[in-house]
C-alpha cells in the first residue's frame, strides 16, 4: 500500500511539474517593457498552417489588389519611418532587412505586374532595384557607381549584403503602396471559401493624376509595372513577419505580430486586376476612374454572389 501511495505521489509530481508552463514575464530585467520576445522567434519557425488538398479545391481565383498606407487603417505598416528604432519596423523595413538577411527576390514578368518565381534575383543584382528617390522620374540621372544612391549595397568580396541607412528616408517617403497577389478558393472538405496572400511587392508613390476630363495623365499600367522593383514569396517572409510586433495604435499591451496583422486582415486595400483569359488587368482598358471603379466592384461582385450561391445551393 505504501508503495502504491509513493508511485501516486511521483506521478502527480510529474503531472504537476508538466501543467506548470513557462512565464512570460512583462517587464526585462531592467524593469522596461519587453516589445519584442524571445517566444516570437520559436514560434515564427513552427507557424500554423492550414493543409488543403489538390483535390478538394473545386474553385480558384487569383486577384492583385493594392495596400495603400495612406489609409488610416494601414498606418501601422508605414510607421515607424525612423530606420534606427529598436523596439519597432515598418513593413519595408522588415522586408529590407530579411533581404539582407538572405530571403530571395524575384523580378516581375516582362511587360506585366505579375511575379515570375523562376531563378531567384543574385545579391549583385538587388541593389539595383532599390535605388533611392523614385524610379518613375524619368528626369532623374542615377549613379549606378555611388553607393550612397542604393538602399542596400552589395559587398562583391563577402558576397553579403548590407544596409545603407543614409539613403532610407530618402527612399521610404515614397514608398506608399504594396501590392499582393491573393488567391481566392473553395475547399469542399471545409466548405468554406479561404483566401491566401501569394506575394508581396513594394510599390513607388502613385505618379498618375487626372484632368478635368477625369482621364488619367499617364496610364495606369505603365505606372503599375514601372513602380514595381520585385517580389517576394509571402510564404517565404512570413518567418521574419512572425517576429516583428507592429507598432501599436492606441494600447500598447495589444502586441500584434506583421504576420497575425495579414492572417486576421486588419489592413484594407483595393482591387486593380485578376487572372482571366486575355491575361491583363483591367487597368489596361479602363482609362478613367469612373471605369477604374466599375472594374473593381465587377469583381467585388463576383466573388461576393460566387460565395453567396455556394451557401445557397
Not at 153 to 165: A, E, P, Q, R
Not at 202 to 212: A, G, K, L, R
Not at 244 to 263: L, W
Amino acid at each position: 500500500m505504501k508503495k502504491i501511495s509513493v508511485i501516486l505521489l511521483l506521478l502527480l509530481a510529474v503531472f504537476t511539474s508538466q501543467a506548470q508552463h513557462v512565464i512570460n514575464p512583462f517587464f526585462d530585467e531592467r524593469g522596461g517593457v519587453r516589445p519584442e520576445t524571445q517566444e516570437l522567434n520559436d514560434a515564427a519557425d513552427t507557424l500554423a498552417t492550414i493543409p488543403h488538398r489538390a483535390d478538394d479545391v473545386v474553385w480558384s481565383r487569383i486577384v492583385y489588389r493594392v495596400i495603400d498606407m495612406r489609409y488610416k487603417q494601414n498606418f501601422q505598416l508605414y510607421f515607424p519611418t525612423n530606420s534606427e528604432d529598436r523596439d519597432y519596423r515598418s513593413l519595408f523595413k522588415v522586408m529590407v532587412d530579411a533581404i539582407i538577411d538572405g530571403l530571395p527576390v524575384y523580378n516581375k514578368q516582362p511587360y506585366d505586374i505579375k511575379p515570375d518565381f523562376g531563378a531567384p534575383l543574385r545579391k549583385a543584382d538587388i541593389p539595383a532595384k532599390l535605388m533611392t528617390g523614385n524610379p518613375l522620374d524619368e528626369y532623374m540621372d542615377w549613379d549606378i557607381s555611388k553607393s550612397s544612391d542604393f538602399l542596400i549595397n552589395y559587398d562583391s568580396i563577402n558576397d553579403v549584403l548590407s544596409f545603407n541607412g543614409y539613403s532610407y528616408d530618402s527612399y521610404v517617403k515614397n514608398q506608399i503602396k504594396f501590392m499582393i497577389q491573393e488567391v481566392v478558393f473553395f475547399d469542399k472538405h471545409y466548405s468554406r471559401l479561404y483566401t491566401k496572400i501569394i506575394a508581396i511587392a513594394p510599390m513607388q508613390s502613385d505618379q498618375v493624376t487626372f484632368n478635368e476630363n477625369g482621364e488619367p495623365q499617364k496610364k495606369f499600367m505603365d505606372y503599375m509595372i514601372n513602380s514595381i522593383p520585385f517580389w517576394v514569396s509571402y510564404d517565404q517572409l512570413r518567418p521574419y513577419l512572425a517576429k516583428q510586433y507592429v507598432i501599436p495604435q492606441s494600447n500598447d499591451v495589444a502586441r500584434v505580430t506583421f504576420e497575425m496583422f495579414f492572417a486576421n486582415k486588419m489592413y484594407t486595400s483595393y482591387l486593380i486586376g485578376d487572372s482571366n483569359m486575355y491575361s491583363r488587368m483591367f487597368l489596361s482598358y479602363a482609362f478613367t476612374e469612373k471605369a477604374v471603379k466599375q472594374e473593381q466592384q465587377r469583381i467585388f461582385d463576383e466573388l461576393l454572389n460566387f460565395e453567396q450561391d455556394l451557401w445557397e445551393y
